[in-house]
Every structure is written in structure tokens, then in C-alpha cells.
Nanobody, 124 residues
Framework: VQLQASGGGLVQAGGSLRLSCAAS????????MGWFRQAPGKERDFVAA????????FYTDSVKGRFTISRDNAKNALYLQMNRAEPTDTAVYYC??????????????????WGQGTLVTVSS
């Protein structure tokens, strides 16, 4: 599967942004999906994940209650709705996929396929 993330941009603190991840050369329903982010000089960190059907979601503590991960398998698309954005959310955001028969990983090394990243900048 090939992934392409989009929707990044500049947003003021407290604002909202919606990231999208389009899948091609594969069927998204065959994969568990995740969002990661990487700030300058830092490691790629887990943000959120969703199982293949959308029934289960997981979030890192710092985004719980602010971000929502969702998917539309019919459209082969993954989303990350970012609300109440904070300057510490500034990073390049990546979508990632792993086969659905594999337990959802919480680290980047567990994912097999990656999108190219989209930059989110939150101004204070």
C-alpha cells in the first residue's frame, strides 16, 4: 500500500486542523493505521492509532480529548482531526500502516508502510 498524507499547514493555538492520509495500491481495510509526529531534532512519536474496522482507537496522553483519529475504508482514507491545537503539536505528521492481523504497535518500528509526512505548525 502507498500512503500520502496531506492537510498540514499553519494554525493558531486553539485552532483546528484536519489531516488526511490517502491510500493507493492497496485496500485500507487490510491495515491497522497510525499517526506519528516528529518535531525537529526529536524522535518520531506515536500520536494515535485505529484498528482496521475503526472500532478501536488509541491516543497518546498529550492529545487525548483534543485529537480524533478516524477512517473511511470505502474511500481508502485515514484522518486526524486536531482541535485545540497547541504549539507543542508543531511537527511533521506521518501516517503509517501495518497488516491488520498484527497487534497495533505503539512505536514507529512496528509499522511497515509510511506516508511522506505533512508539516503542522501551531503558532502561539
Amino acid at each position: 500500500v502507498q500512503l500520502q498524507a496531506s492537510g498540514g499547514g499553519l494554525v493558531q493555538a486553539g485552532g483546528s486542523l484536519r489531516l488526511s492520509c490517502a491510500a493507493s495500491a492497496g485496500t485500507l481495510s487490510n491495515y491497522n493505521m497510525g499517526w506519528f509526529r516528529q518535531a525537529p531534532g526529536k524522535e518520531r512519536d506515536f500520536v494515535a492509532a485505529i484498528n482496521w474496522s475503526g472500532a478501536s482507537t488509541f491516543y497518546t496522553d498529550s492529545v487525548k480529548g483534543r485529537f480524533t483519529i478516524s477512517r473511511d475504508n470505502a474511500k481508502n482514507a485515514l484522518y486526524l482531526q486536531m482541535n485545540r491545537a497547541e504549539p507543542t503539536d508543531t511537527a511533521v505528521y506521518y501516517c503509517a500502516a501495518v497488516y491488520r492481523d498484527i497487534k497495533i504497535p505503539a512505536t514507529a518500528s512496528g509499522y511497515r508502510y509510511w506516508g511522506q509526512g505533512t508539516l503542522v505548525t501551531v503558532s502561539s
